[in-house]
């Protein structure tokens, strides 16, 4: 099994926005609303919201191969790119999304593992993410990588307001 990564350009853009709708779909179909799905999807990755994305400084996007064929993609944001005020000293972890056939092989510890590593890199002291309160798998696997829960905002799928725990990790 070989597992590597490499950063996403402009180029990726196609590639970036096909897995991030199958990765949501798979995700969290079956929980919401296809009117809601739909709404989330088409405001959060249409071509012209991910150019945005993959153009802003402040945000990478790193997608994560096993044996030589992607599997999924990384996003992290530093300072006005993070998607709350969390200061500075913190990187977020806005995504790791893995393909459904390609998870069970340590690929979402191997991303967290990469977003640390950047967060070292820039001398970043605390590590965040938001994750999807009835997302108990994800909540349990970033409990056991050290993370706490720190606090809560709301996000919207469709019309639907729905609640992010906000998990942190000091590194420091």
Known sequence: MTLNTKKCTLEDIGLLQEISVETFNE???????????KAYL????????IEKELSNISSQ???VYFNSEVAGYLKVNTNDAQSEEMGDE????ERIYIMSKFQKHGLG???????????MEYDKKKIWLG???????????????????????????????????IMTKTLI
Not at 27 to 37: D, L, R
Not at 42 to 49: I, P, S, T
């Open 61 to 63: 996007f790193f997608f």
């Open 109 to 119: 510890k191997y991303l967290l593992n990469k977003a640390i590593e950047i967060t």
């Open 27 to 37: 995700t969290f179909m079956n929980q919401n609303s296809p009117k809601n799905m």
């Open 90 to 93: 913190s990187l977020e972890i």
């Open 42 to 49: 088409e405001r959060a990755f249409n071509l012209k919201q």
């Open 131 to 165: 994750v999807w309160e009835k997302n108990e798998n994800a909540i349990a696997f970033y409990k056991k990588m050290g993370f706490v829960q720190t606090g809560a905002h709301s996000f919207y799928m469709g019309d639907e307001e729905q609640i992010d725990f």
